[in-house]
């Protein structure tokens, strides 16, 4: 193994310099660290230094039964903690061939979707934070907080959650809940066009996001990137509609898809993405049947020897779980294949050439989540 890389912050004899972006400043959304090369306000290099929050949680999830791994995998991605729980129960269920009752399905992807516009709204608020304004962030939370009082209702917590079970969901919602669900997909799709009045078509936000940090179509594929990423450079792929998982096949949804590849269009992307959910959600609790909402699954866990990979679509990309059983009550080998770690690979490409001020606005584009980058 190499030695890790030593920096000098001395100019050097042309007068370029090193700079420290985080991991304390804000525009890098966690213990992430970004050593930039400097000439002027110009950037000649960035380095991503990674591992300030790693947590093994792979080994964590070695050394633990199913079961009690579930409560840990939706802390990776905090932001998008129920497609990580869904994630992996579905990965268990497949292992050991469990059927879910088509009620507790409907409720995993209203959750779900759910949970992801209430992460595209927090990525929407911090970002435009990121470049100069406040007043979003502001109505973001306003409205995400909606969201996380649906999602605590049903589930006792408004961040992370353990909800889902191996063959369907811990408890069962009531017609409440689903009433307030419909409430809440119709007053948000009346306030969605205040978010475009505000900012999509803001001639500021348009300087600051028009081609910057164009990511082209060969280099979105070379580097792994997923997710709004991938589809801000013309690749219509989402998981949710190219390998349909917990029943996402019954519902209709679009695909959002732009072709520049530069921080507007990530942006334009997940404003659509949101319009999408609503649309999932909506379709979910009109057909909403009824029925028992869990299958009856052993006590204890043990799935047949054998290995799996399941991919969910998380608010970030793709998410895979590859999960190796030996027949006992702990999984053998675990691999987790996280979105925001092939996004800020691409990061130090984008940086390149760019002005500090515009590095901000790159990073903020690919929304990561830095302790799912270190896990």
């Known amino acids: 193994m190499s030695a890790p890389p030593t920096y000098s912050l001395e100019s050097t004899d042309n007068g370029n310099f090193l700079l420290n972006l985080g991991p304390q400043h804000p525009g890098t959304h966690g213990v992430l660290r970004v050593v930039l090369q400097m000439d002027g306000e110009y950037i000649l290099a960035a380095d991503p230094v990674l591992g300030y929050g790693h947590r093994m949680q792979e080994k964590i999830a070695e050394n633990m039964t199913y079961l009690q791994a579930l409560p840990y995998v939706c802390r990776m991605d905090y932001l998008g903690a129920m497609s990580y729980s869904l994630a992996w129960v579905c990965a268990v269920e497949k292992l050991c061939s469990f059927e879910v009752p088509e009620r507790a399905v409907h409720v995993r992807v209203m959750a779900c979707e759910l949970n992801r516009i209430a992460s595209h709204l927090l990525w929407w608020g911090a970002y435009l934070l990121d470049l100069g304004a406040f007043t979003p962030f502001l109505q973001a939370f306003a409205d995400r907080e909606q969201i996380l009082d649906l999602l605590e209702y049903i589930t006792g917590s ?15 919602v009531d017609d409440v809940f689903l009433r307030r669900v419909e409430d809440f997909v119709t007053g948000f799709r009346q306030r969605l066009p205040r978010y475009h009045d505000l900012v999509t078509g803001n001639v500021i936000f348009h300087h600051r996001s028009k081609d910057v940090g164009v990511i082209l179509p060969f280099e979105a594929a070379g580097y ?66 009824d029925g028992p909402y869990r299958a009856r699954v052993p006590r204890v866990i043990r799935p047949p020897a054998g290995e799996v990979a399941m991919a969910v679509e998380t608010p970030r990309g793709e998410l895979v779980i590859f999960m190796v059983s030996d027949g006992s009550t702990r999984p053998c080998r675990v691999k987790f294949r996280v979105p925001s770690f092939a996004n800020l690979s691409i990061f130090a490409r984008l940086a390149r050439g760019q002005l500090l001020a515009d590095a901000l606005a790159i990073l903020g584009s690919l929304d990561m989540v830095i302790p799912e980058v270190d896990r």
């Open 158 to 172: 408004r961040l992370t959650y353990c909800y889902f079970r191996f063959g369907g969901l811990a408890a069962d």
């Open 224 to 289: 792994g990137v997923t997710g709004p990423c991938l589809r801000g450079s013309g690749f219509a792929y989402d998981v949710r509609k190219c390998e349909p998982y917990s029943g996402y096949d019954r519902f209709e949804f679009a695909v959002p898809a732009e072709q520049e590849g530069d921080c507007l269009a990530r942006y334009n992307v997940r404003m659509a993405e949101m319009e999408q959910s609503l649309a999932i959600i909506e379709q979910a609790v009109a057909t909403i049947p």
